[in-house]
């Protein structure tokens, strides 16, 4: 088996191991996401040399990490305040080699600023009490390659909503969902190994412009009118080299009619 072919086993695994666990608890906020920049430590929406130097600073200077884990303590230490939080990708608290190498990929592959900025948009839709609806999720590239999405997190009310789960419109990839939590939901959308013939497919497919995904809501039949927000949490995204990167998203809406 090929390293592309590999992949493409590794990647459905997981997304079958999220489905099996269902998705973490978030808690949605009724704003839109802050655009991130990742390794940009000063917030300045630029990921600049000063900053490249920041994260390897803090993996220098304030390591190791609790429980003799090698890299550096994401928030700093007394030798550098305030370390980078922004190339933490994991959240996990600890700055590694893994976390500088993106940075400096990203600092390489995103010019001018250094900056990956792939857009998700979640759509609106409206429907009577008791009804089902679709709504579509829509991803603006701005000039990034990515052939993976895992996954995309997103808030919702569960007394108005039951989400029914998410289908890839692009031609090529399969979405595979969890179970959600009270509120939440987590939807991947990768390549299909076996491809829509049912024979394998022999590359990864890069995300087109456009509409992505259509998740499915039921609308409870005891729902107030009026419109009840789709939020937005994270969208963690690939390329077919394996580069890390995140997404920034705009949140939706259902209208209850």
Do not use: H
Not at 136 to 156: D, M, Q, W, Y
């Amino acid at each position: 088996m090929g390293d592309v072919m590999r992949s493409r086993w590794l990647v459905a695994a997981l997304a079958g191991f999220c489905a099996l666990i269902g998705a973490p608890s978030v808690v949605p906020v009724e704003v839109q996401a802050a655009v991130p920049c990742f390794g940009d430590c000063n917030a300045s929406s630029t990921l600049t040399a000063s900053d490249i130097g920041r994260i390897n600073a803090t993996i220098l200077r304030c390591g190791p990490c609790p429980g003799a884990i090698p890299g550096g303590v994401a928030t700093g230490c007394a030798a550098l305040a305030n370390g980078c939080t922004a190339a933490d990708f994991n959240s996990d608290g600890c700055l590694r080699a893994s976390e500088l190498a993106r940075a400096n990929q990203n600092n390489l592959r995103f010019q001018p600023s250094g900056c990956a900025t792939t857009q998700f948009t979640i759509g609106t839709a409206s429907g009577a009490k008791g009804s089902m609806v679709s709504v579509a999720v829509n991803l603006a590239k701005n000039g990034t390659s990515p052939v993976t999405v895992a996954p995309l997190r997103f808030g919702f009310d569960s007394s108005v909503l039951t989400f029914n789960g998410c289908t890839s419109t692009v031609t090529g990839k399969i979405a595979s969902w969890g179970l959600p939590s009270t509120g939440s939901a987590s939807v991947v959308d990768y390549d299909d190994v076996f491809g829509e013939a049912g024979t394998p497919a022999t590359d990864l497919t890069v995300f087109p412009d456009g509409t992505v995904l259509n998740c499915s809501f039921t609308i409870a039949a005891g729902a107030a009118s009026g419109a009840t927000p789709l939020t937005f949490v994270s969208a963690p995204l690939a390329d077919a080299q394996f580069n890390d990167f995140p997404g920034v998203g705009t949140s939706g809406s259902i209208t209850v009619l």
